[in-house]
Each structure stands twice: as structure tokens, then as C-alpha cells.
């Protein structure tokens, strides 16, 4: 529950508030996108106006709810509506919300499927969540992009009787996993879905591509709306940043196309598959001059 005694003074004036015990992970920034922005001053969130439309609170309920250490709140309405979470963000993939702190709240999906539901990484566990899931057919799959995003997998695999993928390399982020990915190579967990190693962020980080043309990423790639490109994280490279470079080169080589990118962290975003590959393109091209230089 946000701490009103804590509410961060840069917000703007009204009931809907970030207190100051926000961690600058990004999350309710992205569900409620002018709505909430960075503090230049600080870096960490606030709003920058109040919701003035029936959508907007829906919006900031989502951030209510998204915020990995509960610092978004409202100064007399505690309890969020029924429904916020999953939120359909169409094709099949429901953002989940709940984001656990123990991944710096990174986002999770769930893609409903008739050949058996997808989870992509895995929100903290609550029982809110149970039920939605429930409805909307299950999980069978759990698939885990790298260990920094592992979350509640573990329970959820457990509640739904899911299995549970990861690569070898960041194994021990889950012991639990029912299945392993080993090498670069891409392997099919199922009908329709694509796991592409691609070492860099972490050893053992994977790329979901599903159906196609959805694109889940982890933390090995973003949109970067302000430059309306591509981007990866230099500064959250723990692996290899060379290793990242030839695997986002090998991706694009790879035929493998995508018109909806969803992400862990950073920003999600939709385009046409052929301009998608070429921003991907151009992302490899720029990555090798990226230094890190002292802040």
C-alpha cells in the first residue's frame, strides 16, 4: 500500500500519488504513460497530472497494481476495481501486472493459446491473479527469458501443473525447471514457439518468439520511444556486451520476423516486421561504440 505520509512533493496536486519509495523500475510508466513520468530531479516516478478520464483511471489502477513496491496509491480509494489485471494487450498476450521486486519489477505475460497457455517470466505470486488465469484456460508452458526475471514461476508452475523453461546457463535461478535449453541453437518448446539463446545480458538469456510474430525479449532488447529506435541495456550487460552484439546479430540473420515487441523492462511497442528488422539491424550496427563511461 502507497505511504501517504512518504508522497513524493514533485507530483502533481490530488488524490493519485508515487511515494517516495519508488526503486525508478520503469513499470507504471508504462502502463500509464502520460500519466506518469520520470522525476528528472531524481529519476524516480511521479504523476504528472491527475487521471481526468474514466480510461486514465483504469490507468493508474494499473500502476497501482504494476508497482513492484506498492508506491503508487490514491489518498482514500485503497481498493482497486475487480479485472485490472490481466490486462489484454490483444493477440492472445495479457500483461499480468503484480510485478515482484525481486525481479526490479519486470513485466510478465500470459498468451492464451488453444495448444496450451504461455507464461513469459513470472509476476510476484498472489492469488488475485489465480482465478484470472484460471479463466482464461491455465498455463502450460512457463518460459523464462533469464534468471534475473524468475519471480514466483515456481508457484505458479506448481498451481496450473505447468512445465517450466530455462536455459542451462542461468539454471540455478530455477532449479524446479522441468526443461532445459542448452547452446545458441533455437529450440520448439511447443507448436509455434521459437526459443533463441542469445548470451549477453545474461549467460543463459532467451528470446520467446510465439506464433510468428509476437517477440518476447527479457532484457535483451527495448524500444526507446524518445529516439523511436531500438535499444538494448549497456549499463545492465552482466554477462557479455560482445556476446549480446553477436547474439542480436545471429537473431537478425535468422529469418525470424516480429510485428509486437514485449519486454521484461523497457519499453514495449508494435511495428511492421520489416521496419522492426531493420531498427534491429541498425541496433547491432551501433552496439560496438557503446562504452560505459563513469556517471
Not at 517470466?121 to 534468471?147: F, K, N
Not at 509476437?214 to 527495448?222: I, T, Y
Not at 519499453?267 to 534491429?280: I, T, V
Request: net charge negative; proline share 7%.
Amino acid at each position: 500500500m502507497a505511504r501517504l505520509d512518504q508522497r513524493h512533493p514533485a507530483g502533481a496536486p490530488g488524490p493519485w500519488f508515487v511515494d517516495s519509495r519508488c526503486i525508478d523500475c520503469d513499470a507504471a510508466r508504462h502502463v500509464a504513460p502520460g500519466l506518469i513520468a520520470r522525476n528528472p530531479s531524481d529519476g524516480v516516478s511521479v504523476f504528472t497530472r491527475q487521471p481526468a478520464t474514466a480510461e486514465e483511471v483504469a490507468m493508474a489502477w494499473r500502476a497501482v497494481l504494476v508497482c513492484p513496491t506498492r508506491s503508487v496509491g490514491h489518498v482514500s480509494e485503497r481498493q482497486p476495481p475487480p479485472g485490472v489485471y490481466p490486462h489484454d494487450l490483444g493477440d492472445g498476450v495479457h500483461r499480468l501486472g503484480h510485478n515482484a521486486s525481486d525481479s526490479f519489477g519486470a513485466h510478465s505475460y500470459l498468451v492464451v493459446r488453444d495448444d496450451g497457455n504461455l507464461m513469459i517470466d513470472a509476476p510476484r505470486w498472489t492469488r488475485q491473479l489465480v482465478e484470472p488465469i484460471e479463466a482464461l484456460g491455465g498455463i502450460a508452458h512457463v518460459l523464462l527469458t533469464h534468471r534475473d526475471d524468475v519471480a514466483d514461476a515456481d508457484r505458479y508452475a506448481e498451481r496450473f501443473d505447468a512445465r517450466v523453461w530455462i536455459h542451462a546457463d542461468d539454471r540455478a535461478a530455477a532449479p524446479y525447471a522441468t526443461d532445459v535449453i542448452d547452446g545458441t541453437e533455437p529450440v520448439e518448446p511447443t507448436e509455434g514457439v521459437v526459443a533463441v539463446p542469445v548470451p549477453g545480458h545474461t549467460k543463459g538469456s532467451v528470446l520467446y518468439h510465439v506464433d510468428g510474430r509476437l517477440l518476447f525479449s527479457g532484457d535483451s532488447l527495448a524500444w526507446d520511444p524518445r529516439r523511436e529506435q531500438l535499444t538494448a541495456f549497456r549499463r545492465a550487460c552482466w554477462f557479455s556486451w560482445d556476446a549480446q552484439t553477436a547474439s542480436l546479430d545471429r537473431f537478425a540473420r535468422s529469418g525470424l520476423r516480429f510485428d509486437r515487441l514485449f519486454c521484461g523492462h523497457g519499453w514495449s511497442h508494435d511495428a511492421p516486421a520489416e521496419r522492426f528488422h531493420d531498427h534491429l539491424v541498425d541496433l547491432v550496427a551501433r552496439m560496438p561504440s557503446w562504452r560505459l563511461t563513469r556517471r
